[in-house]
């Protein structure tokens, strides 16, 4: 059992904080390319938008990658593969920062997401595993702090840093972090204390579960629904609201700092109201989206909901991510990828839809219009998921497994287990 603060709250092991840090250069190599793009198009003779490729191929790479390296590692040790990804990440971008062909570097980018998505659906099972079941909201709130927290300091920093050096800059300084951050997980993350023989059809098996998909399908919804708007949130800040160019980042510092607090609340809450919290923070997002669209004419109300915004829709992604892990405990590291990858396919959806909308009669107003609409359809497998929960507790008399306290090694106790004993009864680890 994790230790026990003064205030009886389980202490957060001193792995998920090493894992956290990953992700935030993971995070940082995701976006800091948005803010070098005219330096890169530029030294690679390529157009801007070609330039753009590179933001793409990292999301599709997650999208892809996630899942396939999910499988792909599966025998390998936790640890083994999370060193083996942040080396990997390292040395794509070595190879990003020695080349000039621009065909180089987007492969070398694909490469690096590759490793962040095999790092980050790993990271998640080590962190919730050291954690306890009881944490593991609060574990995932952490790791995507990390990410988060890229978006705070790490973007800004590396944009900075590639602005006044050269774009290159910033990726061999991720170069070299990731590679102080391998030997801190060789160091920090400890070994499994017994080989766990994974198996890739259990793993397969656990994704047979509705539900499931049913709080995939609300990671892509609300989380894309967000981000499609955060997308295209610089022309609704300049072009509708007012708000002068030279605050654009302060406004997003605001933003990923709300975003910070949201994970954190929503990670803290998540543990003890996974349902209430996840339904709550669907309605708000929707209604401060709706907000958005009316009220962006004004300078001061849309930098307030733009804040906003990032602490609602981020409260529910560690519950999401944690809600996912205790319908598959016993085969985690597939769901866990295909966790990562939703948000990238409703970033990937949505986006395109916002652009539509963008350029439409509908024009900067567009985009908060589609992620209220995305937002508010959260709520359907979000529903179907409480009326799952009101099912199985009239079947069994007891609450559904998701909300039941239980030991992390058996019946009764004061940690949150994904099934109860009699389904687990006979069974044997896969």
Not at 226 to 231: K, S
Not at 354 to 373: H, K
Not at 408 to 425: F, I, L, Q, Y
Request: glycine content about 10%; overall charge positive.
């Amino acid at each position: 059992m994790p230790p026990q603060t003064r205030d009886g709250s389980s202490k957060l092991p001193f792995v998920v904080l090493v894992l956290a840090a990953g992700t935030f250069l993971m995070g940082t190599t995701e976006f800091v390319v948005a803010g070098l793009l005219p330096e890169i198009a530029d030294d690679l003779n390529v157009s801007t938008s070609q330039a753009g490729l590179l933001i793409t191929a990292f999301a599709v790479g997650m999208i892809v990658g996630a899942p396939t390296m999910a499988i792909a590692t599966l025998r390998l040790p936790r640890r083994s593969t999370l060193v083996l990804a942040l080396v990997v990440f390292s040395l794509g971008h070595v190879v990003a920062a020695v080349s000039s062909p621009f065909a180089v570097v987007l492969a070398a980018r694909v490469v690096t997401a590759l490793a962040t998505g095999a790092f980050w659906c790993v990271g998640a099972v080590v962190a919730t595993t050291a954690a306890g079941p009881a944490s593991t909201s609060r574990a995932l709130g952490l790791l995507l702090g990390g990410m988060n927290l890229a978006n705070v300091a790490g973007v800004p920093l590396g944009s900075w840093l590639g602005q006044v050096s050269d774009w290159r800059g910033p990726f061999w300084v991720l170069a070299a972090l990731s590679a102080g951050a391998a030997v801190a997980i060789g160091r920090f993350i400890p070994d499994e204390e017994r080989r766990e023989t994974r198996s890739v059809r259990a793993e397969l098996a656990a994704l047979r579960q509705g539900r499931v998909w049913l709080a995939l399908s609300a990671t892509a919804l609300l989380l894309g629904g967000v981000l499609a708007t955060y997308t295209y949130i610089s022309p609704l800040l300049t072009e509708r609201a007012g708000v002068p160019t030279w605050a654009v980042p302060l406004v997003l510092t605001g933003y990923g700092l709300s975003a910070l607090l949201g994970t954190t609340i929503g990670g803290r809450l998540g543990d003890r109201r996974p349902l209430a919290t996840l339904f709550t923070a669907a309605a708000a997002s929707t209604l401060v989206l709706l907000l958005l669209v009316l009220r962006s004419t004004s300078p001061v109300a849309t930098v307030v909901l733009v804040m906003v915004m990032g602490a609602t829709g981020f409260a529910a992604a560690p519950v999401l991510g944690s809600v996912i892990m205790r319908f598959v405990r016993s085969a985690p590291t597939l769901a866990s990828a295909l966790g990562s990858s939703a948000p990238n396919v409703g970033i990937a959806m949505g986006s395109g839809v916002a652009g539509i909308a963008l350029a439409s009669s509908l024009r900067q107003s567009g985009p908060p219009l589609v992620g209220a609409v995305a937002a508010a359809l959260t709520l359907v497998p979000l529903t179907a998921l409480a009326l799952m929960h009101a099912t199985r507790a009239t079947a069994t008399a007891r609450p559904w497994p998701l909300l039941t306290p239980v030991s992390e090694h058996g019946c009764g106790g004061d940690a949150v287990r994904a099934v109860p004993c009699s389904e687990t009864a006979g069974t044997s680890r896969p």
